[in-house]
Structures are given as structure tokens and as C-alpha cells.
């Protein structure tokens, strides 16, 4: 019985092993792969972003051996076949007819470098130029004109400079890559270029340094509607040997907006200011040649802003405060004319711009602007005292201004009261510049 066993499991090897060698000889064998290039061009703009549509031509010892066209990826790959060892160079080619230079040494394939990656910058050759006068040289030297872009430049030894062109408010970043030593500067603006880089470090001003480059904060002010009616920044590369360098002015990111670009936004007014006659001056001429003389005399009292039991009241007929109560003395405000304690609002007006910021939290959320509605008030102010009725409008906007600039809080640089601030009951504060006609 064992040897009738030994016997089985010889005959059962055999077969296996036969059936194997039967399996094995169906399989084709692996060729190596020797000899062939098996390519990937990846073509990209300056800023690393794939470029779609591109014509990529190989060429082996100038003699044209295929072309490729990228795909949305940016990327020309041979075909499976791939294409014999060699080393070949790829021209970059767009077919709408845009000239691009890129780094024609590193455009090259081999069977060391099957794959690579090619960045298309925009030639310089039809930039403008612009002639700026550094203040420690004696002439004039001509400046690359850059928008925002990637660029391919030839640099000579010593300082080649450049204008930033920025065409939108933002963040920018201007880097320089070169295969010598450099430093990059910023050396102000083509009408005073100066011979040191000016540039501060971050958060001292809108153009400071990085370890990458130089970084512009571009404000809506500095974008004017043409070339010359914008900012424009001088920067310069320094390198010690000729080179050629790649530069990149890049667009960041929006920025919140500035205090200072931040628009003005007109308070409403919320009623129409018509013309105010003080009541017994309805017969006086303003513009007879007899007007300063023949002026009546009305007997006007200042609100007394010590006295804790004033009271003005909303009359809902005429839109008007009037003092004690709604049929008392129409409370009447100084705008053309001075009170006690400041020049009358017209004056002010001459030098002054009636404005305040409003903030959420740190947040500024608006610029609010009272100089029109004050403007309009004193036009229509009466002729022979300057004076308007006070409504809800001037309450609003005397308060405000007021309250923003410091006339009424006590050791204020500006408060209106000197030795009397104490004595001024805070809530009437606002009422200093107004009076009512007397008994």
C-alpha cells in the first residue's frame, strides 16, 4: 500500500509540473523597455497654471520628429510606443500667435529626463519703456514698464531697474529667480528715484519685503485712468554677472479696504431746507446798500447749558424744538453766524470737512459724511443772523460731528467749554450753538 501511495504522488508532481510548464509558455515574455523615451511635457504660465492648446514640437539634432498638442492638464505625452533614445529639444509654440519665452536649455528630453515641465513667461521685447532719473547717477537709464505678469529678462551686471504697473487695487508680490546672487529693491517712483531700496518691513507701509520679494499693497486711489494718472513703483534687480532672471508680479488676493480709500457716504437729509425768515426781519432788504444799518435788532438769548431743568420739545406740526414746551420759543441753531464757544458752521466749512467714521467693533463700517446736509442748512439759514430752526437733521448732525471730534467730553484737547465744561450738563452739550428769540 506505501509503495502504491509513493507511487500516486510521483505521477501527481509530474502532472502538476507538466501543467505549469504548459501555463508558463502561453505568458509572452517582458521585453525591457531599453531604448525608448516615453515623454511628458507639462507646459505652464508663469504662475504654475496649466496651458491648454499648446503646440509642443520635438526635434531630434534640428530635424523635426513630431508634434503634440497639451490637453487641459497642460501635458503632451509621446504615444506608447515612445520615440528612440536621444536627446531632443521641445519647442513651445502657440497657436494663436502669442511669443512666449521660456528656458530653452531646460526644454530638452532624454532618457535621464522623460518627463518635464516647461514655464511660459511673456516676452519683454514689446514692453514699454520708460526713462527714470536715479538721484546718485548722472544720466537717465530705461525701465521695463511690468503689469502684472511673468517675464523673462536679460540683466546686466550692476542695478536694472523696472516699473510696476499695478492696473487693480490688491495685494501683489514681485520675486525675481536668477541663477546668480541678486537682490531685489524698491526705490520709489519714476519722478524721484531713489539711490538706496526704500522698502519697510511688513506692516509698516503698502510696499515691504520678504524673504520672497518685494510686496505692493495696491489701494483704489493709487489706479488712476491711464498710465500717468496711476501709481507707479520703481524696482530694481541687482546681480554682480549677466544673467537671465525670471520675474514674477503676481496678484495676491483683494484687500480689505482703507480707512483712507474708503468712499465718503452722504447723510440723508430728511426733509427739504427752505429758505428761513426770522420773524420781524420779513421787511429787511440783505442786499439794499443800507442793509448793515438798517438791520433789525431781535433780541436773541443763548440756551443757558448749565441749567439741569431745560427742556426742548418735538413740535410735530412744524418738525421744530421748541424750548419749555411744543408751543414755546422755536429753538433756533447758529450756522451761518458764531456762537459763544466756535466759529459759525459756514467758516468752518471753508477749512473743514464735516466727517466721521463709524466702526463695528475694530471694524470700520462706514464714513459718514455730514458736510452736505450742514451745507444745505446754512444756504437756507435766515439772511440777517445766520440762524435755522433745529430739527431732527441738526440734532443728528451737531451731535455726532460733536461727539466724534471731542467738543463735549470733559478734558478733551477740544472740548468746546474750557473752565466751564464741568459745569455743562452733558446732555444739552450738543445745544451749544443755540439760542431763541426773548420776551
Not at 514655464?119 to 519703456?129: C, I, M, Q
Not at 495696491?218 to 524696482?235: A, K
Not at 484737547?413 to 445745544?431: C, M, R, S
Given at each position: 500500500?506505501?509503495?502504491?501511495?509513493?507511487?500516486?504522488?510521483?505521477?501527481?508532481?509530474?502532472?502538476?509540473?507538466?501543467s505549469?510548464?504548459?501555463?508558463?509558455?502561453?505568458?509572452?515574455p517582458?521585453?525591457?523597455?531599453?531604448?525608448?523615451?516615453?515623454?511628458?511635457?507639462n507646459?505652464?504660465?508663469?504662475?504654475?497654471?496649466?496651458?491648454?492648446?499648446?503646440?509642443?514640437?520635438?526635434?531630434?539634432?534640428?530635424?523635426?520628429?513630431?508634434?503634440?498638442?497639451?490637453?487641459?492638464?497642460?501635458?503632451?505625452?509621446?504615444?506608447?510606443?515612445?520615440?528612440?533614445d536621444g536627446?531632443?529639444t521641445?519647442?513651445?509654440?502657440?497657436?494663436?500667435?502669442?511669443?512666449?519665452?521660456?528656458?530653452?536649455?531646460?526644454?530638452?528630453?532624454?532618457?535621464?529626463?522623460?518627463?518635464?515641465?516647461?514655464?511660459?513667461?511673456?516676452?519683454?521685447?514689446?514692453?514699454?519703456?520708460?526713462?527714470?532719473?536715479?538721484s546718485?547717477?548722472?544720466?537717465?537709464?530705461?525701465?521695463?514698464?511690468?503689469?502684472?505678469?511673468?517675464?523673462?529678462?536679460?540683466?546686466?551686471?550692476?542695478?536694472?531697474?523696472?516699473?510696476?504697473?499695478?492696473?487693480?487695487?490688491?495685494?501683489?508680490?514681485v520675486?525675481?529667480?536668477t541663477?546668480?546672487?541678486?537682490?531685489?529693491?524698491?526705490?520709489?517712483?519714476?519722478?524721484?528715484?531713489?539711490?538706496?531700496?526704500?522698502?519697510?518691513?511688513?506692516?509698516?507701509?503698502?510696499?515691504?519685503?520678504?524673504?520672497?520679494?518685494?510686496?505692493?499693497?495696491?489701494?483704489?486711489?493709487?489706479?488712476?485712468?491711464?498710465?500717468?494718472?496711476?501709481?507707479?513703483?520703481?524696482?530694481?534687480?541687482?546681480?554682480?554677472?549677466?544673467?537671465?532672471?525670471?520675474?514674477?508680479i503676481?496678484?495676491?488676493?483683494?484687500?480689505?479696504?482703507?480707512?483712507?480709500?474708503?468712499?465718503?457716504?452722504d447723510?440723508?437729509?430728511?426733509?427739504?431746507?427752505?429758505?428761513?425768515?426770522?420773524?420781524?426781519?420779513?421787511?429787511?432788504?440783505?442786499?439794499?446798500?443800507?442793509?448793515?444799518?438798517?438791520?433789525?435788532?431781535?433780541?436773541?438769548?443763548?440756551?443757558?447749558?448749565?441749567?439741569?431743568?431745560?427742556?426742548?420739545?418735538?413740535?410735530?406740526?412744524?418738525?421744530?424744538?421748541?424750548?419749555?414746551?411744543?408751543?414755546?420759543?422755536?429753538?433756533?441753531?447758529?450756522?451761518?453766524?458764531?456762537?459763544?464757544?466756535?466759529?459759525?458752521?459756514?467758516?468752518?466749512?471753508?477749512?473743514?470737512?464735516?466727517?466721521?467714521?463709524?466702526?463695528?467693533?475694530?471694524?470700520?463700517?462706514?464714513?459718514?459724511?455730514?458736510?452736505?446736509?450742514?451745507?444745505?442748512?446754512?444756504?437756507?439759514?435766515?439772511?440777517?443772523?445766520?440762524?435755522?430752526?433745529?430739527?431732527?437733521?441738526?440734532i443728528?448732525?451737531?451731535?455726532?460731528?460733536?461727539?466724534?471730534?471731542?467738543?463735549?467730553?470733559?478734558?478733551?484737547?477740544?472740548?468746546?467749554?474750557?473752565?466751564?465744561?464741568?459745569?455743562?450738563?452733558?446732555?444739552?452739550?450738543?445745544?451749544?450753538?443755540?439760542?431763541?428769540?426773548?420776551?
Amino acid at each position: 500500500m506505501r509503495i502504491k501511495r509513493l507511487i500516486a504522488l510521483l505521477l501527481a508532481a509530474v502532472m502538476l509540473l507538466a501543467s505549469l510548464t504548459a501555463l508558463t509558455s502561453c505568458v509572452d515574455p517582458v521585453e525591457p523597455d531599453d531604448g525608448v523615451i516615453k515623454y511628458k511635457v507639462n507646459v505652464t504660465d508663469s504662475f504654475g497654471n496649466p496651458m491648454s492648446g499648446i503646440i509642443v514640437n520635438i526635434f531630434l539634432d534640428d530635424e523635426f520628429i513630431e508634434m503634440k498638442m497639451t490637453d487641459k492638464n497642460g501635458v503632451a505625452s509621446s504615444s506608447e510606443e515612445g520615440i528612440p533614445d536621444g536627446s531632443y529639444t521641445v519647442e513651445i509654440v502657440d497657436p494663436l500667435g502669442t511669443v512666449y519665452d521660456y528656458d530653452t536649455e531646460a526644454a530638452v528630453l532624454s532618457p535621464e529626463r522623460e518627463e518635464i515641465t516647461v514655464a511660459l513667461y511673456t516676452s519683454t521685447d514689446n514692453l514699454p519703456t520708460e526713462t527714470v532719473y536715479p538721484s546718485h547717477l548722472d544720466n537717465g537709464v530705461n525701465a521695463i514698464v511690468m503689469p502684472k505678469g511673468g517675464y523673462r529678462v536679460k540683466l546686466s551686471p550692476g542695478r536694472n531697474y523696472f516699473i510696476f504697473y499695478p492696473e487693480l487695487r490688491g495685494k501683489y508680490t514681485v520675486e525675481a529667480d536668477t541663477p546668480v546672487e541678486s537682490t531685489i529693491g524698491y526705490y520709489g517712483s519714476p519722478h524721484f528715484v531713489q539711490s538706496a531700496d526704500v522698502a519697510l518691513n511688513e506692516g509698516e507701509g503698502d510696499v515691504y519685503r520678504t524673504e520672497e520679494g518685494l510686496v505692493f499693497l495696491i489701494r483704489s486711489f493709487n489706479i488712476g485712468e491711464d498710465y500717468f494718472s496711476s501709481t507707479r513703483y520703481v524696482f530694481a534687480v541687482d546681480v554682480e554677472s549677466e544673467c537671465t532672471a525670471n520675474i514674477v508680479i503676481g496678484y495676491d488676493e483683494e484687500l480689505e479696504m482703507s480707512k483712507e480709500e474708503m468712499p465718503w457716504s452722504d447723510v440723508k437729509i430728511t426733509g427739504t431746507p427752505t429758505k428761513y425768515v426770522l420773524p420781524g426781519t420779513e421787511n429787511w432788504d440783505p442786499d439794499a446798500e443800507d442793509a448793515g444799518s438798517t438791520k433789525p435788532v431781535i433780541p436773541l438769548t443763548n440756551l443757558d447749558l448749565t441749567d439741569e431743568n431745560i427742556t426742548i420739545v418735538y413740535n410735530s406740526d412744524d418738525k421744530c424744538y421748541h424750548l419749555g414746551d411744543a408751543d414755546g420759543p422755536v429753538v433756533l441753531v447758529r450756522l451761518a453766524s458764531a456762537s459763544e464757544y466756535i466759529a459759525s458752521f459756514s467758516e468752518m466749512m471753508e477749512t473743514a470737512h464735516f466727517g466721521i467714521y463709524v466702526y463695528e467693533g475694530d471694524k470700520l463700517k462706514e464714513k459718514r459724511d455730514y458736510t452736505n446736509l450742514l451745507s444745505k442748512y446754512v444756504a437756507a439759514s435766515d439772511a440777517a443772523y445766520g440762524l435755522y430752526p433745529l430739527n431732527d437733521d441738526l440734532i443728528d448732525a451737531i451731535k455726532t460731528i460733536g461727539d466724534a471730534w471731542g467738543w463735549y467730553k470733559v478734558g478733551s484737547p477740544t472740548n468746546l467749554f474750557g473752565d466751564k465744561a464741568t459745569k455743562i450738563v452733558e446732555e444739552y452739550a450738543h445745544l451749544f450753538a443755540c439760542c431763541y428769540i426773548s420776551e
